[in-house]
């Protein structure tokens, strides 16, 4: 099984930038695709930012431009670089990773347990 557990998050004024980390470990063949998913109070979990394993990046369009996914393959970790932040980007940010546990397994995805942004205006 591959845990994941993400850092970085906390309190900051509108404006200001946080830098989220999210370290995968444990045992697997490969890990492919990894993101950025996001809850606010009352509010579905929605997709913030995503990165294959060749770093080909997709994001939600109130992420571009303010928003930067990058991805370490070697330390199993990827991070969200947070700018220009909005109270409106309040919300718990979870961790995603696409797992391949065995050369002829399929895949599953496994959650990190989440990190609280809190943007005050």
């Known amino acids: 099984q591959v845990q994941l557990v993400e850092s970085g998050g906390g309190l900051v004024q509108a404006g200001g930038s946080l830098r989220l980390s999210c370290v995968a470990s444990g045992s697997a063949f490969s890990i492919n695709g990894m993101g950025w998913y996001r809850q606010a109070s009352g509010k579905q979990r929605e997709l913030v930012a995503s990165?294959?394993?060749?770093?080909?990046?997709n994001y939600a369009d109130s992420a571009k431009g303010r928003f930067t996914i990058s991805r370490d393959n070697a330390k199993n970790t990827i991070y969200l670089q947070l700018n220009s932040l909005k109270p409106e980007d309040t919300a718990v940010y979870y961790c995603?990773?696409?797992?391949?546990?065995?050369?002829?397994?399929?895949?599953?995805?496994?959650w990190g347990q989440g990190t609280q942004v809190t943007v005050s205006s």
């Open positions: 990165i294959t394993s060749g770093g080909t990046t």
């Open positions: 995603n990773a696409a797992v391949v546990p065995g050369r002829w397994s399929g895949q599953y995805t496994s």
